[in-house]
């Protein structure tokens, strides 16, 4: 609590930040709060409205589905339809890895609105429910970024399936949902759901339309090949617990899933480097034949593997290539990061190069998005690892005694948040930002909900401070936000 303080002065300090009249406590206050946020990417704007409900500070029942209704609206608007989970979680990849997570697209948003909902009024969050559409659009390729990736919104119908008392009722409402029951993806968590205080007793119409529908999902190979491991798994759980009839469906239905998949051909894999070795792909014909087909006590379920052409006959997705600039700078901030005399006199002249050849850094002719990531990647790894803040706290109860040391880390962050807000909102962010909203946005949630509270609050001042109406808009609805929420605990 006292570092989330700290966070919310360095913000006020840094930025002029508003004061009293901001403390939200009041309908009026929230309203304007409202208005901030309607002034960002539908993306942003539905998860601060979201944000605002999950906090409490909305009373009222209608006050909260007022909202939630325009948060399910604008969540109605985001550039990306369908959650997607990265295929490369390395580099300055990892940075978009982690917005995808977050769920801005409109299936997650609009599920996370209906898990809000249930508690108030289950008749209209029933009625949003079936308004989602998660049927998956489109088929991708072995090149594919990103693939599908639905755990986040199915969390979101367990809560809604377990407000039933009725659970007949529920079994309906999960039988109709299961019509759009299409991806490999979409194995594991509507399994879980079966899983979860033992609903394949709960909704058995589910269950049965759920292991016939199982057999003849979309062949997508990209998808299968990143999940098929977890699906079978799950689903020689749930073979496990059912009864004989429902467990040969599930079996029969497995099998012919991993049939068509493999016989379509499946993406190679890069084999994973772990520290204990090599991990090698295991084949979803042996992962059948080792814990499934066992399951059905007959020899008969097995897969006979010599019949099928080669597993992985697809090519991997290529591997990216860092540029050459980057690939140096990366190596220099490694050494950085790891020198035991961090603090040295010098050391702070090797980091003052450093950042000079980051901050420095054009784009030499390559492409907008690229370079962004790469630069911006190492700009917040430089923030994160060299530029956290300092801040020596005495007593627990005030703000009036906190002390933010002056360091070289100060250094950093003067020269690196400037270096970010102009990136973000030059024209190379503003070029990714026309291709791709999430990938253009993924450096300011990464920063703004970075685990180090002063140097969020440090990074919140600046860009409250900047010409960017992004910036400056999400900037100050995360702080007046954070505040709220605070206060509303005291």
């Known amino acids: 609590m006292i570092r989330v303080m700290v966070a919310l002065m360095i913000i006020a300090q840094a930025a002029g930040a508003p004061q009293e009249s901001t403390h939200i406590g009041k309908a009026t206050d929230i309203a304007a709060l409202l208005k901030v946020a309607r002034t960002l990417p539908p993306e942003l704007a539905a998860d601060v409205f979201i944000k605002i409900v999950e906090s409490g500070l909305v009373k009222d029942n209608k006050a909260r589905a007022a909202v939630l209704n325009e948060a399910f609206a604008l969540a109605g608007q985001t550039q990306e339809r369908l959650p997607r989970r990265w295929v490369y979680p390395y580099g300055p990849y990892t940075t978009v890895k982690n917005a995808l997570a977050k769920g801005l697209d409109q299936v997650s948003l609009r599920g996370r609105i209906v898990g809000l909902m249930t508690g108030d009024n289950q008749r209209l969050s029933a009625a949003l429910f079936e308004n989602i559409d998660v049927t998956p659009s489109t088929i991708g390729n072995c090149g594919s970024e990103d693939v599908y990736e639905f755990s986040q919104y199915y969390r979101s119908v367990g809560v809604l399936l377990s407000s039933y008392a009725d659970k007949q009722e529920a079994d309906g409402v999960f039988s109709n949902a299961l019509s759009q029951f299409k991806s490999p993806a979409q194995v594991e968590p509507v399994v879980a759901l079966f899983l979860l205080n033992n609903g394949y007793r709960l909704y058995p119409r589910s269950l049965l339309k759920f292991a016939t529908m199982l057999a003849q999902i979309d062949v997508d190979p990209p998808v299968f090949s990143l999940h098929y491991r977890n699906a079978l798994n799950s689903i020689r759980r749930l073979a496990a617990a059912a009864n004989n009839t429902t467990r040969e469906m599930l079996v029969k239905s497995a099998r012919t899933l991993v049939l068509r998949e493999v016989d379509a051909g499946m993406c190679e894999a890069r084999p994973i480097k772990t520290t204990s070795g090599i991990v090698k792909q295991v084949s979803p014909l042996s992962l059948f034949n080792n814990d499934l087909a066992l399951l059905n006590g007959e020899s008969a379920a097995a897969i006979n593997e010599k019949g099928h052409p080669p597993v992985f006959t697809r090519p991997p997705a290529p591997m990216i290539l860092h540029s050459d600039a980057w690939s140096a700078l990366n190596r220099m901030y490694a050494l950085l990061a790891t020198d035991p005399n961090k603090g040295s006199d010098r050391w702070n002249l090797e980091m003052n190069k450093y950042l000079t050849l980051l901050v420095g850094w054009t784009s030499d002719g390559k492409d907008d998005r690229t370079y962004y990531l790469e630069k911006a990647g190492l700009i917040i790894d430089a923030l994160e690892g060299l530029g956290g803040t300092t801040a020596s706290i005495h007593g627990q109860t005030t703000l009036d005694n906190v002390v933010v ?31 791709r909203r999430i990938i253009a946005i993924a450096p300011i949630l990464r920063l703004m909900n970075t685990p180090n509270l002063l140097l969020r609050g440090y990074v919140a001042g600046a860009f409250m401070k900047s010409r960017s109406p992004l910036l400056a808009s999400y900037a100050t609805v995360t702080y007046m936000l954070t505040r709220a929420t605070i206060e509303e605990g005291s």
């Open 405 to 435: 040391q002056h360091t070289p880390e100060l250094a950093v962050r003067d020269r690196l948040v400037p270096a970010l807000i102009k990136l973000v909102s030059g024209p190379n962010g503003t070029a990714v930002y026309k291709q």
